[in-house]
């Protein structure tokens, strides 16, 4: 990445969004987005393995962020409070991305490929944390149930999130999702 | 399909299975699974839209199950119970079907397109299940969260039945993890 081009993954991931936004996902080429990021496409693919790469370059930090909040929890927490702060901790990097959540995921619900992707990350982010509560001393399944659990208290306190602009922060939309699965699970 | 072609769909899917456990699913072509069924490509493709198809023949038939059975649970019946109905329902498919399944979760487990594949089958059945309890007038996010522990339950619960040979059924180690679940989120 040499000194000429300054941010260019942050660039082309903005300008992929406006894109895919503005026109669709299936509509947009690469070279498209690298002329809106005022770069080559050569550049766009020493950044990003293919089209829908671009939209999930934070979820590696997110999975790191999440993954080490789940180890820091206190040795005396119960798996699902591991989880928890790990859902504090990624909660935080979503303060004022509302409006770019809800761009996203627009385009992602509109496109099958993009869904798979998601899919695939989440999935990859459920065995890391099932990784970390192991390494707590979470034996199986718990640790795979839990991670799951946490999953899914994840995705949803997102999707409410997001549908319900400017009202609450998400770290308060995934407390409320894992109140209620409690609630649930108890029979409720 | 034609009377000279009995059981074409389920010779299809024996034949695919015998020869991705053999040679590998990336090493076996569509015209080796048809020629092993006695059948010709043409054929397949009138069953199975692609390669990996074939494997997922079940899943609609599942899913039917699982959502007719939260449909039919009794209407005071909580939101996890009538999901545990389902659970059950599903369970009796796989009397007597360890060894396939055995098989079919080794051949998944070694390939990221047939894993990706079954996420989305897993997807789908999490929002049918979703849309099941929203017919019972389970509320959101109510419905969506209980739909994806169900799924969780699902998931850990037939890969450890899968892991498990011979050891009891894939009823109770569904209802083993659906245990396991509520004791977590509980705190426990």
């Given at each position: 990445?040499g000194?000429?081009?300054?941010?260019?993954?942050?660039?082309?991931?903005?300008?992929a969004?406006?894109?895919?936004?503005e026109?669709?996902y299936?509509?947009?080429?690469?070279?498209?987005?690298a002329k809106?990021?005022?770069?080559?496409?050569?550049?766009?693919?020493?950044?990003?393995?293919?089209k829908?790469?671009?939209l999930f370059?934070?979820?590696?930090?997110?999975?790191?962020?999440?993954?080490?909040a789940?180890?820091?929890?206190?040795?005396?927490?119960?798996?699902?409070?591991?989880?928890?702060?790990?859902?504090?901790?990624?909660?935080?990097?979503?303060?004022?991305?509302g409006?770019?959540?809800?761009?996203?995921?627009?385009?992602?619900?509109?496109?099958?490929?993009?869904?798979?992707?998601?899919?695939?990350?989440?999935?990859?982010?459920?065995?890391a944390?099932?990784?970390?509560?192991?390494r707590r001393?979470?034996r199986?399944p718990?640790?795979?149930?839990?991670?799951?659990?946490?999953?899914?208290?994840?995705?949803?306190?997102?999707?409410?999130?997001?549908?319900?602009?400017?009202?609450?922060?998400l770290?308060?939309?995934?407390?409320?999702?894992?109140?209620?699965l409690?609630?649930?699970?108890?029979g409720?």
């Amino acid at each position: 990445m040499g000194r000429w081009e300054p941010n260019a993954r942050e660039r082309l991931a903005t300008a992929a969004l406006e894109l895919y936004s503005e026109r669709g996902y299936e509509q947009t080429t690469v070279a498209e987005i690298a002329k809106r990021a005022g770069l080559t496409e050569r550049t766009y693919f020493r950044h990003y393995a293919d089209k829908r790469e671009v939209l999930f370059d934070g979820t590696g930090g997110l999975q790191d962020l999440f993954v080490n909040a789940v180890a820091g929890a206190p040795a005396s927490a119960a798996p699902i409070d591991a989880v928890a702060a790990g859902l504090d901790a990624v909660a935080t990097v979503f303060v004022d991305r509302g409006e770019h959540s809800r761009k996203r995921q627009a385009v992602i619900v509109a496109n099958a490929e993009l869904q798979e992707r998601e899919l695939i990350k989440l999935a990859s982010l459920s065995a890391a944390l099932a990784d970390a509560l192991r390494r707590r001393g979470v034996r199986e399944p718990a640790a795979s149930l839990t991670a799951e659990a946490g999953i899914a208290v994840f995705k949803i306190g997102f999707e409410r999130w997001v549908a319900a602009t400017g009202e609450g922060t998400l770290a308060e939309a995934m407390r409320e999702s894992l109140e209620q699965l409690k609630a649930l699970t108890a029979g409720g």
